[in-house]
T-cell receptor, first 116, second 112 residues
Framework: GAVVSQHPSRVICKSGTSVKIECRSL??????MFWYRQFPKQSLMLMAT?????????EQGVEKDKFLINHASLTLSTLTVTSAHPEDSSFYIC????????????FGSGTRLTVV | LAKTTQPISMDSYEGQEVNITCSHN???????ITWYQQFPSQGPRFIIQ???TKVTNEVASLFIPADRKSSTLSLPRVSLSDTAVYYC?????????????FGTGTRLTIIP
């Protein structure tokens, strides 16, 4: 089946630095990808919709200048957390739609970001 | 997408059948009911989808009453590996490029 590859799986960075997370669709093209954030014991919260070749659409309350999204090709979307702070520590998950129906949505394995 | 309500958590012993119910009073005529499973530190995984009555696959069954205002995910003979969070989503089958919005989910813990 369709696979979404997400890297890195874990990253630790110092406060004030930036971190880039990659989300790749393998064997299929994704014009749209989604980025979620999940805090411990909480549900997934949609952060933004990544659109190939155009600007991302951010959910209310998500700072677009802090969470930079680039979707430069049909198989790659990146999320850059800029000037990271400890409160940005979270589990970030990307998703892409490989086919019709809800089962067409495939999720990456997630990235655990820890800001120290 | 229609709002859903699920129990926050459930415990069950190994070998038991587990039923998780989801309420979706505002479900629309063209909405389908979809369940996802999420293990710790992993992304969600599609389990099952249905529109009415009963759907069964190799993993689970989904029971939907005639009024479709609720649905029940049934996991037969659970094992420790079924410990996960289960999310119920309601929306158009194709979803288009519509974003998936997750509710609180049900944290299922299987006890040895």
């Amino acid at each position: 089946g369709a696979v979404v590859s997400q890297h890195p799986s874990r990253v630790i960075c110092k406060s004030g630095t930036s971190v880039k997370i990659e989300c790749r669709s393998l064997d299929f093209q994704a014009t749209t990808m989604f980025w979620y954030r999940q805090f411990p014991k909480q549900s997934l919260m949609l952060m933004a919709t990544s659109n190939e070749g155009s600007k991302a659409t951010y959910e209310q309350g998500v700072e677009k200048d802090k969470f930079l999204i680039n979707h430069a090709s049909l198989t790659l979307s990146t999320l850059t957390v800029t000037s990271a702070h400890p409160e940005d520590s979270s589990f970030y998950i990307c998703s892409a739609r490989a086919g019709q129906g809800a089962f067409g949505y495939t999720f990456g394995s997630g990235t655990r970001l820890t800001v120290v | 997408l229609a709002k859903t309500t699920q129990p926050i958590s459930m415990d069950s012993y190994e070998g038991q059948e587990v039923n998780i119910t989801c309420s979706h009073n505002n479900i629309a005529t063209n909405d389908y009911i979809t369940w996802y499973q999420q293990f710790p530190s992993q992304g969600p995984r599609f389990i099952i989808q249905g529109y009415k009555t009963k759907v069964t696959n190799e993993v689970a069954s989904l029971f939907i009453p005639a009024d479709r205002k609720s649905s029940t995910l049934s996991l037969p003979r659970v094992s420790l590996s079924d410990t996960a969070v289960y999310y119920c989503l309601v929306g158009p089958s194709s979803f288009g490029n519509e974003k998936l919005t997750f509710g609180t989910g049900t944290r299922l813990t299987i006890i040895p």
